[in-house]
């Protein structure tokens, strides 16, 4: 059974700093690439960042460039998600999602496997 489980979300006034965790487990994850997309109360889930497992490509959202970035352990089956600067609109619920194939990309259908989400809140 996969399974992708977040952590490392919470509170944080803006202009701070979090660092989301995605522990991967069920299957090897190696060749295919994994994302994190966020979604705002009302708003519909949107892409973040990603990267390619085994090649370090990295793809990132125009409004979250120079301020995060994604990185991964091999060893461990983790994706990391280093968030600085935060505004209050990167308010989100963030999920991590692993891909089914090795392209690095935005669109949301080539993600197949989803954790349950870590909630996000930056304060003004």
């Known amino acids: 059974q996969v399974q992708l489980v977040e952590s490392g979300g919470g509170l944080v006034q803006a202009g701070g700093s979090l660092r989301l965790s995605c522990a991967t487990s069920g299957r090897t994850f190696s060749s295919y690439a994994m994302g994190w997309f966020r979604q705002a109360p009302g708003k519909e889930r949107e892409f973040v960042a990603a990267?390619?497992?085994?090649?370090?490509?990295?793809y990132y959202a125009d409004a979250v460039k120079g301020r995060f970035t994604i990185s991964r352990a091999i060893a461990r089956n983790t994706v990391y998600l280093q968030m600085n600067s935060l505004k209050p609109e990167d308010t989100a619920v963030y999920y991590c999602?692993?891909?089914?194939?090795?392209?690095?990309?935005?669109?949301?259908?080539?993600?197949?496997?989803w954790g349950q989400g870590t909630q996000v809140t930056v304060s003004s």
């Open positions: 999602a692993a891909g089914l194939r090795a392209l690095v990309t935005m669109n949301i259908d080539e993600y197949a496997y």
């Open positions: 990267i390619s497992w085994s090649g370090g490509n990295t």
